[in-house]
């Protein structure tokens, strides 16, 4: 491979021929005939990628180029529109395939500019008649990798999106779900309408977009049992399709605890074992803690499994699986000071097996039980709503299984009270008396209005940033000196 594209780049004549493949232009170089030419960027990246790869192969360690390219840079390389575009064009000038090349390419590229992306975004609302299911997958892509939320552009495409999905083929459906899932957009019936869909073209739908399909829905909170019972019975077998490095991916927690059947489970677990040397330590965490709510939440799926299956969970377990960790919120930090102003002495942001805890309080309950403090920030509802997302429900309900007592701060709760420091600490002495009933749900309260939310949401800014001032002035005040 290395040398079919070091002949196409470079060009490799024959013997005596003066000049490279396509005219004029290049340097000779010794007796081989081979030419030095002008090379794009991009083209030269390509050969010096397959180069490094080239040379892993010979050294015997092969298995870990496996794990170098992220599923979205694999994504770019197989869907690339091959239109050449300028980023900064005018946008009245573009139609719908000009735009949907910039789209693509400015998230490829990783471009975070949001006077950029609102400029598109106008221009496709006005050209959102003329884009087609696969235009529509790509642009929707673009907006999944940028992760650029404006309510107002995905309120206005939601119909044209509804109205063609019946004609979206897989990457389109792929990359819609994808998207809202980025964006946790909570939209009921476009789940529905997803799930049917992706039910109808199964026999054409990519195995890795399976995955990803299903995981979205998962994410999304897909509550028709219909759809999810006919899910689990096409899983198996599409599942059977994909290789190792897609298949990791499919063993995801929040899928398991709520859209697969105890058949699929054990199936993805057991395969797991088999694959498990070209995960990732995110599929690794993922796969461990899947094991920790299958023991928890489907109890009868575990005498299911081989001894060696088992023991691989186990020693799972016990493994330093490598992870980033999670830093403390300004929400976060300003709950601590005011424990600590109580006298109550916590632990902040760690890790308890597969799990992340915000705050561990060292006292314990009357019956031996550990209390954690969950700071609930906007990012753990839906987008623009006060609606828990499944993840942060299944959290609630693993670690109140296994022994905890867990309080919940929402970010709402914590707006209201303002700035008076006073109030703040009343109302956590409010929030963590008593004790909690085991195994305790967490339950949703009235969704309010959108509006409602929206204002509370400029509140919560507003707060943040005061939040932000004090941090800082605190910082500065420490003195380090000996």
Not at 29 to 53: C, N, P, W, Y
Not at 255 to 266: P, R
Request: hydrophobic content about 40%.
């Amino acid at each position: 491979m290395f040398q079919r594209l070091r002949a196409a780049f470079l060009g490799e004549a024959s013997l005596g021929s003066s000049w490279g493949p396509g005219g004029g232009g290049g340097v000779r170089h010794g007796r081989g005939g081979i030419f030095s030419t002008r090379m794009r960027k991009q083209e030269r990246m390509t050969l010096r990628a397959v180069r490094d790869e080239q040379n892993l192969r010979k050294k015997g360690i092969a298995r870990f180029n496996k794990r170098w390219r992220s599923w979205a840079q694999n994504r770019v390389r197989q869907f690339r529109l091959p239109l050449p575009v300028t980023l900064t064009s005018d946008t009245a000038l573009m139609d719908a395939t000009y735009i949907t090349r910039c789209v693509q390419k400015a998230a490829s590229l990783r471009k975070h500019d949001v006077k950029l992306w609102f400029g598109y975004s106008q221009r496709l609302l006005e050209l959102k008649d003329q884009l087609t299911p696969e235009q529509l997958g790509y642009v929707l892509w673009g907006y999944g990798k940028s992760s650029f939320v404006d309510a107002k552009f995905y309120r206005e495409m939601m119909p044209e999106i509804k109205a063609k999905l019946p004609e979206f083929q897989s990457h389109g459906l792929m990359s819609l779900m994808w998207c809202m899932k980025r964006l946790r957009w909570h939209d009921a019936e476009l789940n529905r309408l997803a799930a049917q869909h992706a039910l109808q073209i199964i026999d054409f739908l990519r195995p890795s977009d399976f995955i990803k399909v299903a995981n979205a829905l998962a994410q999304l909170g897909l509550k028709d049992a219909g759809l999810k019972a006919a899910l689990c019975r096409v899983a198996v077998e599409k599942l059977e399709e994909t290789f190792a490095q897609q298949f990791r991916d499919a063993v995801h927690p929040v899928t398991i605890g709520y859209l697969w059947d105890d058949e699929v489970t054990s199936y993805l677990l057991e395969r797991f074992r088999k694959i498990f040397i070209t995960a990732r330590p995110t599929h690794l965490l993922n796969a461990y803690q899947s094991a920790v709510v299958s023991r928890i939440l489907k109890p009868q799926v575990w005498p299911r499994l081989s001894s060696d299956s088992k023991s691989f969970y186990v020693r799972l377990s016990q493994r330093h699986i490598a992870d980033r960790g999670r830093r403390p919120s300004p929400m976060h930090r300003d709950v601590s000071r005011h424990l600590a102003d109580l006298g109550e002495a916590h632990r902040n942001s760690f890790r308890w097996g597969p799990l992340y805890i915000d705050i561990g309080l060292e006292q314990l309950e009357a019956d031996e039980r550990r209390r954690c403090l969950m700071v609930d920030s906007p990012s753990s509802f839906f987008f623009g709503s006060d609606q828990y997302l499944p993840m942060k429900q299944l959290q609630h309900a693993t670690l109140t299984s296994l022994g905890w007592d867990v309080r919940r701060l929402r970010w709402d709760d914590w707006t209201e009270l303002g700035d008076d420091p006073q109030r703040k600490r009343d109302f956590l002495q409010h929030l963590l008396a008593g004790s909690r009933p085991v195994a305790e749900e967490l339950r949703d309260r009235a969704p309010l209005a959108p509006d409602q939310v929206k204002e509370k949401l400029r509140q919560f800014r507003v707060l943040k940033a005061q939040m932000d001032a004090e941090a800082v002035q605190e910082e500065a005040m420490i003195d380090f000196d000996v």
